[in-house]
Structure formats: structure tokens, C-alpha cells
């Protein structure tokens, strides 16, 4: 793969409370931790439920990799495949590996859903009375998993010995629990900070926000 023809899909714009969080970001960062050089196709709003980028992503959305032509989407499938190309990404040792793989899927299976749920409340339910209603019951079930997870960490800097894969995608995952919920736990807290102020997030993140800045005023006049 390190020598591959490698092109991550991205946005050319998205509302503010997506930026640097649309999950291009893992991919990217993926990417960037293994050393492995990629071009971005920046795609304009609307174009992801269009025929062309429905046949690599049939549910109109973003991230797809395409690896010399082959396509990818979803972003677990993604971050693995870029991991199991990098040891810098996954242990050599088997049994570490299996953990590692089985946290990818804690953290976009178990721990993603009512984090998603919470978010979906603050920022799409209309009905502003029935998610007040709502979000201390759905606080509650994030809270549930972030006490297992703190529990599982016991204040070690990654989630299985070294850095691996399983802490891209849950640094990604935590960093879009509400501040209220994250800072209360302060090594949960430490955790995104420790991995968020790697210099290969930091460059996936530029990538990610440099055209939203581009394309600001065409989009944001518009609306
Ligand atoms: N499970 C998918 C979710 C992808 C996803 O939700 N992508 C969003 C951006 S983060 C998207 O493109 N949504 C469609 C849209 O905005 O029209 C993955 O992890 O790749």
C-alpha cells in the first residue's frame, strides 16, 4: 500500500459544527501515522448523493479510499485496511492485534451509537422540547459506556500497549462526546488530548479544514 496510488474522498465545505469532524479525519490520519502518501478529491456539497460517488459509497456519503483504483467506504473498513499495511498502526504480536481490532469495533459499534444519538438530539431533533425530554436519558447511556472505557484504560496511554488503529478511531469517536461528559473525566479527557496533539492529527486536520476555509464565503453567502 505504501507505494500505492492512494485518494481519499472529502468535502469541499460542511456546516461549522461538522468541521473537523467529518470522518475523512481518521482516514487522513491513518495515513499520515503510516507514512503513506495520498491525493484528496475534494467533492462539492451534493455531489456524494449523485450516481458516480454512489457506486463507490452507496449510501452518499464520505469517506471512500480508492488503492490503485479498487474503491473503499466506510471508515472502519478503511483505517483497518491502511493499518494492516503499517506497523505503526498494528502490533506485531497476534494477540495484541485482536485486541486492537476488537477496540476499532467498541469504538464504532459500542461507543459511537449513543454519542451519535446525543448529537443527533443537540443538532437535528426539531422538536427542541421532546430531545430536553430526552437527553438526560441518552446522557446517561454515554456516560455508561465512557465509565466502562475509563475503567478499561486504567490511566494507560493507549488503549492496547502502543499506539495503534483502535486509538484513531476512538480519539475520533470521544472527541464528539459533549465538553460536560469529557472533562468530568479526566483521563478520558487526557486521552483525546494525548492523541489529538500527535503532529499526524494535526496535519489531518489542517487538510480536512483548509478548503471549508476556501469555500466559506461561497456557501456561507448562500445560505
Ligand atoms: N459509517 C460511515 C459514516 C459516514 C458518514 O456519516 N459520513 C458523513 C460525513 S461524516 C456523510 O458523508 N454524510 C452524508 C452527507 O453529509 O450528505 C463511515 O464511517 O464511513
Known amino acids: 500500500m505504501k507505494d500505492s496510488n492512494l485518494t481519499v474522498t472529502a468535502y469541499d ?8 469532524h467529518v470522518r475523512d479525519l481518521r482516514v487522513r490520519w491513518a495515513l499520515e501515522e503510516a507514512g503513506f502518501s495520498y491525493n484528496v478529491e475534494v467533492m462539492p456539497q451534493g455531489t456524494q448523493k449523485k450516481p458516480p460517488h454512489l457506486k463507490r459509497q452507496p449510501f452518499g456519503q464520505i469517506p471512500t479510499l480508492e488503492i490503485d483504483g479498487r474503491s473503499m467506504f466506510e ?12 506497523s505503526a498502526l498494528l502490533p506485531g504480536d497476534g494477540a495484541a492485534r485482536d485486541q486492537v481490532l476488537s ?17 443527533t438530539l443537540e443538532l437535528f431533533v426539531t422538536d427542541k422540547d421532546a430531545a ?9 447511556m454515554v456516560a455508561g459506556v465512557l465509565n466502562r472505557f475509563v475503567a478499561a484504560l486504567a490511566d494507560a ?7 495503534s488503529v483502535a486509538d484513531i478511531v476512538l480519539t475520533t469517536v470521544l472527541r464528539d462526546v459533549p465538553a460536560d461528559l469529557l472533562n468530568e473525566r479526566p483521563s478520558l479527557h487526557a486521552y ?8 499526524a492529527f494535526k496535519t489531518a486536520l489542517a487538510g480536512q479544514m483548509k478548503p471549508f476555509v476556501e469555500n466559506a464565503a461561497k456557501y456561507e453567502d448562500a445560505t
Not at 107 to 113: A, F, Y
Not at 157 to 163: A, K, L, M, N, T
Not at 192 to 199: D, G, I
Open 75 to 86: 471508515s472502519g473498513a478503511i483505517v483497518w485496511r491502511i493499518a494492516e499495511a503499517s
Open 13 to 20: 465545505w460542511v456546516p461549522h459544527f461538522a468541521q473537523g
Open 103 to 119: 477496540w476499532v469495533f467498541a469504538g464504532l459499534n459500542t461507543i459511537e451509537p449513543p454519542i451519535a444519538m446525543l448529537a
Open 192 to 199: 483525546v488530548e494525548r492523541h489529538t496533539s500527535r503532529p
Open 157 to 163: 496511554p493507549h488503549i492496547v500497549g502502543d499506539f
Open 132 to 140: 430536553a425530554r430526552l437527553r438526560p436519558e441518552i446522557a446517561a
